[in-house]
């Protein structure tokens, strides 16, 4: 995807660049990198704006003894979990397994190449960030809010630029219907994948017994996809995680 | 003289005298690494279930008893009778828990204290009229930095005694406030902008619900009471921006938060009297411009 690509600046060289509700420009002085960004009303697709004015919203500055003028962007899942609830609630019938398909908001991480290394400037998110709390006031977990529409069928997803697709699937092997509400995405196992030039995570496979009962979740990875970006925490070298990501009602409540 | 106190001390000197001191020596000598060490060791098994404060108070405890120990087996080689020491030490406890009655006081509270885990270091709490966090829990006292930057030590005797809050215990708080509505406004939109308000917020949770609700007919305005949740770190910025964002939609929305008013209702009698008294001034006022 284009705009991934490495982007060489020249010096004073501004560039805005919209992605889905946010805004920001980049300039680069030649021994400076200077950030300005903020939150449009309306979603926007993508699009970079070369040699454009500079405009002073929220600005941050990064100062360094060498000149890079190499900047590129990464897109990340959220550092929460992200707790999306559905515009149309559905249920899933006893017996059934169904494959949903949910987009929920990237963060794109903004870093410039070194000859050495690569440094992350900033992390942001491509709309304003909501919070909301997951479980007991006593000792749940904080979590970014997102409403989203569950998509069944792959053909009927309708992209939005700087989101990335979920793909998860319920099979419920209880013998009663389940309530599809809400939805918790653990943004800490997912990879992003880039496929049919869309972002994609990796897939949810979710095997539902009952509430009282162990509801395995496995994180299954993507055929014929390139990986952008790994996950930040490996589920199958942490077994505490394992425990706590296998509770069925840490993902759906 | 000086041959005699040199003669009386040789003769002190025995060879039984200078095993004993040898023994007394060697056994603070050895004693005391060996007491440090086993601290460490127990400390190390001890850590892995206890909080840094309870660890801190722990440490301290084993290291005086290890200590106590260490002096009365170091005095026992001297030839010092424990029994005989116990009891000194039973006379002189009596007359020192005569004298030190608050402090041991402050100290049981402290344990007590420790065990009930109402807060830890770092906390911030509330005590009669003093806010404050928590900088360290010893055993007489609680040090405590105020927000505005001062030191404040409340002995351990007091807060067992006293009703105390603990701000910050638990990771999301709520946010109480009322606003008046004047008695024209069409209550139904007003809580559709409150809710839109809540819903803009940055710092306002989503989940668990904000809560709404008409409180009372007030005598001036209609009062809504708002309760939003927040995490403890945005809980200023929460209530903060909430009022100041709810203030500037109001005027926007031109929904009216009244003054105190009274509202005046005159009689046909009062009315005369009225005119009756205005009559008067008026004449007075042509009066003294007369004069």
Redesign the interface.
Known sequence: MKIFDPMNFQENESKKIKIHRLEFWLRYTGESWELSYHYQNEYDNFSIENNCSFEPFKTEKWVFSEPYPTIFLKPVLADKPVLTEFKNPTSVLAGEKICLFEQIPASIDIMIKTPKKEIKLKQLSIIPEQLTWLGDPLDGELCYHDTAEAVFNEKLIQYQSGAIICPIIINNQSNHTYPLKQLVIRTEFLGIFIKNNQLWTNMMKIEYYGDDKENPIDILPLENTVQLTPPREDIRQQSRLIKRISNFRSFIS | MDIMNNLQIYNWITPERITLLVRFLLTLVIGFPLIKLLNKIIMKFLGKYLNPQSEMVAERFIWYTLLVILVVSALNQLGFKLSALLGAAGIFGVAIGFASQTSFSNLISGMFMISEKSFSVGDVIKIGGTTGIVLSIDLLSVKLRTFDNQYIRIPNENLIKSELTNISK???RRTDFEIGVAYHSNLRNVEKVIKEVINDN???????SPLVTIVNFGDSSINFKIGV?A?KE?FIDCSNSLKMDLFERFQAENIEIPFPQRVLSISDNDHNLIQQALTIKNSLKEKSSID
């Open positions: 638990f990771p999301i940055h710092f306002a949770l989503k989940e668990p949740w995490t945005n």
